[in-house]
């Protein structure tokens, strides 16, 4: 694939530089938000040879290019003036208004989805020590492992600053003020007072000892409404003195007020949360499963995969060690490239025979898309295979409580994230599952399908 060419293709069909408000990517998509997005041609863009899909999502055009994605966003970056979209830029007139579900989803998903490599690296050395333990490779009382344990629990203790940053992206505002916030919430001596349970006060207004380590929902609202608080502050600061009286406004009013306030809401709400969570996890085990086991792939489709369950996901981890959504995000992707396999095996033409086989076991690995633009949506039968035997294997990993202790993609590459030292069983049958969905998935589609439907 001739990289350069199909980012000025794209780069073309959707208006240039000028048009460009935001650009980024993640595993398998291209996410721009557009200035002015009236005037697109999806279809257009969906016609390039290697572009497998396009949705509008959250405000968002996301542009589906699997695994070749990192190389168009790097051709694309390199046709953008070094100034021009790292921040958001005021959208056009003409731009259409947002929902306010679209705006919260494209919020989510534009806070998240940055940190995912940082937690997704974190959480595979936690495996790593996991499986070296199992092995009796590392004792637990060695240096290898006190230095792997802090290693890997790095990315989600320091998680608020790292959201910090993200969000003041989202939210428009400095981030390195952001991230000082996020510092504040994280400061050694509130962990040292709650440890030694001492009282901490601001102005007379108790500072709750709460430790922040690991939340997700306490700093997103600070940074939220310190984002208006330093357009206030920049507003009334004379130019002369806003360089410094801007942050310095900033800093002074919402450190306090969040750690009186904001932040110890964000805990209750998130708590809250996992509560609900937990109770869902506690009485109905199949639940979560089979939801994402048979809506995984609708998920995808919208763009909301990531808002819908990063949240959740990341909440359930840093509260009890462990999800399980997981299992059932495991059924559906191994649904999904086994029903392209077989759609392959079916084909006649050698190329898409090719492509259907590369993006099947592209699906195998974790990542979908391939699987699911290019070959099961497009025939259909298929998509329905992968809804069914996703959601009969999810039930199965459901009732046996399967669950996932680390927070990474789903596939054939990252089962030791199922490995549980606490239960050895539960391994088993996270593979049990995958092959259920397997044998399910590539049988159904094969039942469905007929060679004479395979047109290409």
């Not at 959250?58 to 003036?81: A, N, R, T």
């Not at 400061?187 to 108790?206: E, N, V, Y």
Request: glycine share 8%; aromatic share 10%; net charge positive.
């Amino acid at each position: 694939m001739d990289y350069k060419e199909l980012a000025e293709k794209i780069f073309i069909r959707i208006g240039g530089q000028e048009n460009i408000s935001h650009l980024a990517h993640c595993a398998t998509r291209l996410r721009i938000t557009l200035a002015n997005n009236v005037k697109i041609d999806k279809e257009d863009i969906k016609n390039l040879k290697g572009v497998l899909g396009v949705v509008e999502s959250g405000g968002q055009l996301q542009i589906i290019l699997g695994q070749h994605v990192s190389h168009i966003y790097s051709e694309i970056d390199k046709m953008l003036s070094p100034n021009d979209v790292k921040t958001e830029r005021k959208t056009s007139n003409k731009t259409t208004k947002k929902s306010i579900v679209s705006t919260v989803l494209d919020t989510i998903t534009g806070i998240f989805t940055p940190v995912l490599s940082a937690i997704t690296g974190a959480a595979m050395v936690k495996v790593l020590l996991i499986l070296l333990t199992l092995s009796e490779l590392v004792k637990k009382d060695s240096d290898i492992y006190i230095t792997l344990t802090f290693i890997s629990d790095t990315a989600f203790f320091f998680l608020p600053i790292m959201l910090a940053y993200s969000a003041a992206q989202k939210f428009k505002m400095n981030p390195y003020v952001a991230m000082t916030l996020g510092g504040v919430l994280m400061h050694p001596a509130l962990t040292q007072l709650k440890a030694t349970k001492g009282s901490l006060a601001f102005l007379g207004i108790d500072i709750p000892l709460i430790s922040y380590g690991s939340t997700v929902i306490p700093i997103i609202l600070v940074i939220w409404l310190a984002s208006y608080v330093e357009r206030l502050a920049d507003r009334i600061s004379p130019s002369s003195l806003v360089f410094f009286l801007k942050p310095f406004l900033t800093v002074l009013i919402m450190a306090p007020l969040a750690l009186t306030l904001i932040a110890p809401l964000g805990v209750y709400f998130g708590s809250g949360l996992g509560f609900a969570i937990n109770y869902i996890n506690s009485n109905f085990t199949w639940l979560l499963p089979v939801i994402f086991g048979i809506f995984s792939p609708i998920f995808i489709m919208t763009g909301m995969h990531y808002a819908v369950t990063i949240p959740l996901v990341i909440t359930s981890i840093a509260t009890y060690g462990f999800d399980m959504a997981g299992a059932g995000f495991l059924m559906a992707n191994i649904a999904q490239g086994a029903a392209a396999l077989a759609v392959a095996r079916l084909a006649v033409d050698r190329d898409f025979k090719s492509m259907a086989n590369a993006a099947g076991f592209t699906g195998l690995l974790g990542i979908t898309e391939p699987a699911l633009y290019g070959v099961n949506l497009k025939f259909r039968k298929p998509f329905y295979a992968v809804m069914i035997s996703g959601g009969i294997a999810g039930l199965y990993v459901g009732f046996f409580g399967v669950k996932r202790l680390a927070l990474a993609p789903t596939g054939l590459t990252t089962l030791p994230i199922f490995v549980d030292p606490e239960n050895s069983i539960n391994f088993v049958h996270a593979i049990i599952g995958l092959c259920i969905s397997f044998v399910m998935s590539y049988s159904l589609t094969t039942l469905f399908m007929r060679k004479t439907d395979i047109k290409v």
